[in-house]
T-cell receptor
């Protein structure tokens, strides 16, 4: 069964610290993997999109990595800020030719950055 | 651009009533998506359109749900009749297919919080 599992479920860190969020998937075949940031009461915002051939992609202080062999992805946040407090959602798109059909969503990691 | 616009932002209705959610995508975008988010099930893709044509509606939970896109700048998601289990946040998103694939960035609207009593 195609699944996306994220860990930890929630995380509290102090402002200025780094953190890493994990995403493990069992989706096969695999097309691409996305990380979204969702602030409370807002719609998700795309952070990164990686195809199966990409190993890393950065967006400012956010760096996503992908290991297609082990089916693992991580999102690393550097020098966290209070505004990083949000839910982070991993989304995997199956299929060799892509397509939005049957996107598989992780449950998200809720990050709280404290001063 | 103002981004994806959704209305209403909040909707409270009684079971059995018809509910219509509205979405205006970003101008020039050729893909439009409807999502539902709940605490129990997380984010789910309900249906998506390409150039106003529904491509895949396999995520629509049941026949009570229907979506239309009469033109490139407007889409509706209708629930008739509504039930308490339909209570959720409904998001609309749009994207531009620049690379003929599914890796284009999706831009989400602010969502409509639906409560069915």
């Amino acid at each position: 069964k195609n699944q996306v599992e994220q860990s930890p479920q929630s995380l509290i860190i102090l402002e200025g610290k780094n953190c890493t969020l994990q995403c493990n998937y069992t989706v096969s075949p695999f097309s691409n993997l996305r990380w979204y940031k969702q602030d409370t009461g807002r719609g998700p915002v795309s952070l990164t999109i990686m195809t199966f051939s990409e190993n890393t992609k950065s967006n400012g202080r956010y760096t996503a990595t992908l290991d297609a062999d082990t089916k693992q992805s991580s999102l690393h946040i550097t020098a966290s800020q209070l505004s990083d407090s949000a839910s982070y959602i991993c989304v995997v798109s199956p299929g060799e030719s892509g397509g939005y059909n049957k996107l598989i969503f992780g449950a998200g990691t809720r990050l709280a950055v404290h001063p | 651009d103002a981004g994806v616009i959704q209305s209403p932002r909040h909707e409270v209705t009684e079971m059995g009533q018809e509910v219509t959610l509205r979405c205006k995508p970003i101008s020039g975008h050729d893909y439009l998506f409807w999502y539902r988010q709940t605490m129990m099930r997380g984010l789910e893709l309900l249906i998506y359109f390409n150039n106003n044509v529904p491509i895949d509606d396999s995520g629509m939970p049941e026949d009570r749900f229907s979506a239309k896109m009469p033109n490139a700048s407007f889409s509706t998601l209708k629930i008739q009749p509504s039930e308490p289990r339909d209570s959720a946040v409904y998001f609309c998103a749009s994207s531009l297919d620049r690379y003929r694939g599914s890796t284009d960035t999706q831009y989400f609207g602010p969502g409509t919080r639906l409560t069915v009593l």
